[in-house]
Protein backbone atom coordinates (compact mmCIF):
# COMPACT_ATOMS: atom_id res chain seq x y z
CA UNK A 1 0.00 0.00 0.00
CA UNK A 2 1.50 3.60 -1.23
CA UNK A 3 1.23 6.33 1.22
CA UNK A 4 -0.27 8.39 -0.95
CA UNK A 5 -3.30 5.09 -0.68
CA UNK A 6 -2.50 5.47 3.43
CA UNK A 7 -3.42 9.31 3.14
CA UNK A 8 -6.45 9.03 1.11
CA UNK A 9 -7.96 5.61 3.47
CA UNK A 10 -6.94 7.85 6.87
CA UNK A 11 -9.16 11.10 4.86
CA UNK A 12 -11.95 9.32 4.25
CA UNK A 13 -11.60 8.02 7.74
CA UNK A 14 -11.86 11.61 9.20
CA UNK A 15 -14.52 12.92 6.98
CA UNK A 16 -16.91 9.98 8.28
CA UNK A 17 -15.85 10.80 11.80
CA UNK A 18 -16.47 14.28 11.34
CA UNK A 19 -20.45 13.06 9.60
CA UNK A 20 -20.97 11.23 13.01
CA UNK A 21 -19.84 13.40 15.00
CA UNK A 22 -21.79 16.43 13.00
CA UNK A 23 -25.18 14.11 13.06
CA UNK A 24 -24.68 13.50 16.97
CA UNK A 25 -24.68 17.28 17.11
CA UNK A 26 -27.84 17.70 15.56
CA UNK A 27 -29.51 15.33 17.57
CA UNK A 28 -28.33 16.66 20.64
CA UNK A 29 -29.51 19.95 19.53
CA UNK A 30 -32.94 18.76 17.78
CA UNK A 31 -31.94 19.88 14.32
CA UNK A 32 -33.09 17.84 11.51
CA UNK A 33 -30.77 18.36 7.87
CA UNK A 34 -33.14 18.65 5.09
CA UNK A 35 -32.34 19.26 1.47
CA UNK A 36 -34.30 21.95 -0.23
CA UNK A 37 -35.05 23.40 -4.20
CA UNK A 38 -34.76 27.35 -3.93
CA UNK A 39 -36.01 28.64 -7.19
CA UNK A 40 -34.88 31.43 -9.14
CA UNK A 41 -37.82 33.97 -7.67
CA UNK A 42 -36.61 32.70 -4.41
CA UNK A 43 -32.68 33.73 -4.49
CA UNK A 44 -33.77 37.15 -5.98
CA UNK A 45 -36.05 37.42 -2.86
CA UNK A 46 -33.05 36.24 -0.63
CA UNK A 47 -31.06 38.88 -2.12
CA UNK A 48 -33.26 42.15 -1.96
CA UNK A 49 -33.33 40.85 1.82
CA UNK A 50 -30.12 41.32 1.91
CA UNK A 51 -29.24 37.81 2.89
CA UNK A 52 -27.67 36.67 -0.19
CA UNK A 53 -25.07 38.75 -2.21
CA UNK A 54 -26.48 39.41 -5.64
CA UNK A 55 -25.46 37.07 -8.25
CA UNK A 56 -24.56 34.44 -5.58
CA UNK A 57 -24.87 30.89 -6.00
CA UNK A 58 -23.04 29.09 -3.78
CA UNK A 59 -24.22 26.40 -2.15
CA UNK A 60 -23.56 27.18 1.36
CA UNK A 61 -24.12 31.13 0.68
CA UNK A 62 -27.61 29.75 -0.08
CA UNK A 63 -28.39 27.16 2.72
CA UNK A 64 -27.12 30.41 5.06
CA UNK A 65 -29.49 32.63 3.36
CA UNK A 66 -32.23 30.39 4.20
CA UNK A 67 -31.15 29.64 7.28
CA UNK A 68 -31.04 33.23 8.39
CA UNK A 69 -34.65 33.81 6.85
CA UNK A 70 -36.29 31.14 9.01
CA UNK A 71 -34.74 32.10 12.27
CA UNK A 72 -36.36 35.49 11.45
CA UNK A 73 -39.95 33.53 10.70
CA UNK A 74 -41.21 33.92 14.27
CA UNK A 75 -40.42 37.63 15.11
CA UNK A 76 -42.22 38.19 11.58
CA UNK A 77 -44.87 36.07 12.75
CA UNK A 78 -45.10 37.79 16.21
CA UNK A 79 -44.83 41.00 14.29
CA UNK A 80 -47.86 39.77 12.50
CA UNK A 81 -49.84 39.37 15.54
CA UNK A 82 -49.14 42.35 17.40
CA UNK A 83 -50.39 44.86 14.30
CA UNK A 84 -53.30 42.58 13.23
CA UNK A 85 -54.60 40.58 16.27
CA UNK A 86 -56.44 37.64 15.42
CA UNK A 87 -60.52 37.35 16.16
CA UNK A 88 -59.55 35.87 19.40
CA UNK A 89 -57.15 38.29 21.16
CA UNK A 90 -59.77 41.13 20.12
Known sequence: MSLSEVRTDEQRRQLARERVDACRERRR???VLVPI???PAQLQSLERLALLQPGE???PAIAWAVERF???????????DS???????A
Not at 83 to 89: N, R, T, Y
Open 29 to 31: HGL
Open 37 to 39: EVA
Open 57 to 59: RDK
Open 70 to 80: LNTAAHVSALG
Open 83 to 89: LWPGEDA
